[in-house]
Structures are given as structure tokens and as C-alpha cells.
């Protein structure tokens, strides 16, 4: 079972209206003892304050359970009372627990009561249900465990969800050239033909007789 500490921090802060006044906030840290729950308090607070904050108390909390939902950031403290039957006596005596869920309004935080103790082997009553001034709860981590912000997502939920997503990917076939269908010999290239470029003598006899026959017209010119 977890140990509950409540702690209350003092520190200025800016309303509405820009005015800067003290404030006196309420927070839950489980913890496994008040010197843990100090470390985590200056340690989470050292990251939500601008400047100098005082941790103003810490105590032990009769909080013995919290439901969280994301969809609510509001808090409230509801007084759950069951019959149990003394081990000694074996009479039955009223047992009085609070727990802290978090809900929109009066009504679904009964809702959600109900709803997280379904597995209750006793039957249970909720005489009681208000709002709870804590304003965020802090966690125990594990030694080696590291805390992920909530607008992260751990890697190993990322990786997968890609690979969810991702399609199984086809091997390709390769065929044994001795197994290969007999149409790919048929598929070859087309031959092209070759064009016989004509030889450098023939290229040059007409050139010469060319030659021949102006020397004939030059002689007779002279004649």
C-alpha cells in the first residue's frame, strides 16, 4: 500500500489582473518517507516556480487511495465506509477510508468511486463527497526509473505503433536460372544490324579521277 504525504508550498504568484500576491498551494507526493517527500516536493515544485518557494508543511495523509483520470484535473476527496469483521472478536466494525479521484464535478466523481472498487468483496456506502484543494499528486519512481513528461510518448509504445501500422513486407521471388520460364530467351534484345561503312580506298578513287580530270581541262585550256 502507498504512503500518502501532504504537502502545502507557499510561493508569490501573478492573478489574473497582473498583481502578484503569496499563495498557499496543496499537493500529494507518495513517498516512503518524509525525507523522500521533501526531496520530491522541492524537486517537482523547482520546475513549475519562477524564483524563491517555502515548503510550509508535510504530513502524513489518511488518503489510502487515488483514482486518476486525464480528462479531469480536479480533485475530490470521497469517504468510503464498509463493515468488516474483527479477527479477535469476530464482531464487525466500521472501517472509514478516503480516497481522491478526479472528476468533473460531484456526480461522476461518485460515478467513478463505484466504478474503480467493483471488485470489492464488501459492500460499501459514500456518505461523503467535496472538493479537494490538492491541485496535482507526485509519484513515487523506482530506483533507475525515469519520470516521462505527459506530452511525450515512451519509445517502446512509438515503435509499436509504427509497427502496428507498418505493412508486412513481400520477399521477392528469384528464380534458378535452370528453373527460369522458357519465355525469358524469348524476351532478349532485338539484333541490330550492322552497316558495312564503305572502305577508305573506294572513298578516295573518286577523289582522285576528280583530280585527273581537271588537270585535263587545265591542259587543254593552255592548248
Not at 474483527?86 to 480516497?99: F, Y
Amino acid at each position: 500500500m502507498k504512503t500518502w504525504f501532504a504537502c502545502k508550498v507557499k510561493y508569490p504568484k501573478q492573478d489574473e489582473q497582473g498583481r502578484v500576491k503569496d499563495v498557499t498551494e496543496a499537493y500529494l507526493a507518495d513517498a516512503l518517507s518524509f525525507t523522500e517527500a521533501e526531496a520530491k516536493i522541492y524537486e517537482e515544485m523547482g520546475m513549475r516556480v519562477m524564483g524563491e518557494f517555502q515548503v510550509m508543511s508535510i504530513a502524513k495523509s489518511k488518503i489510502i487511495d487515488v483514482f486518476e483520470y486525464d480528462d479531469a484535473d480536479v480533485f475530490y476527496q470521497a469517504k468510503v465506509v464498509y463493515m468488516v469483521a474483527d479477527a479477535d472478536s469476530g464482531k464487525e466494525k466500521k472501517v472509514t477510508n478516503l480516497m481522491l479521484v478526479g472528476a468533473h464535478n460531484v456526480k461522476e466523481a461518485y460515478d467513478r468511486i463505484h466504478e474503480s472498487l467493483n471488485n470489492m468483496l464488501v459492500t460499501f456506502t459514500i456518505p461523503e463527497i467535496k472538493e479537494s484543494p490538492i491541485l496535482e499528486i507526485f509519484h513515487h519512481l523506482a530506483e533507475g526509473e525515469e519520470k516521462i513528461p505527459d506530452n511525450l510518448v515512451p519509445v517502446a509504445e512509438y515503435q509499436q505503433e509504427e509497427e502496428e501500422v507498418e505493412p508486412p513486407r513481400k520477399m521477392p521471388v528469384i528464380e534458378h536460372p535452370e528453373t527460369a520460364a522458357p519465355e525469358a530467351e524469348e524476351a532478349e534484345a532485338p539484333a541490330v544490324e550492322e552497316v558495312e561503312e564503305p572502305a577508305a580506298e573506294e572513298v578516295e578513287e573518286p577523289v582522285a579521277e576528280a583530280a585527273e580530270e581537271d588537270t585535263e581541262v587545265k591542259e587543254n585550256e593552255e592548248v
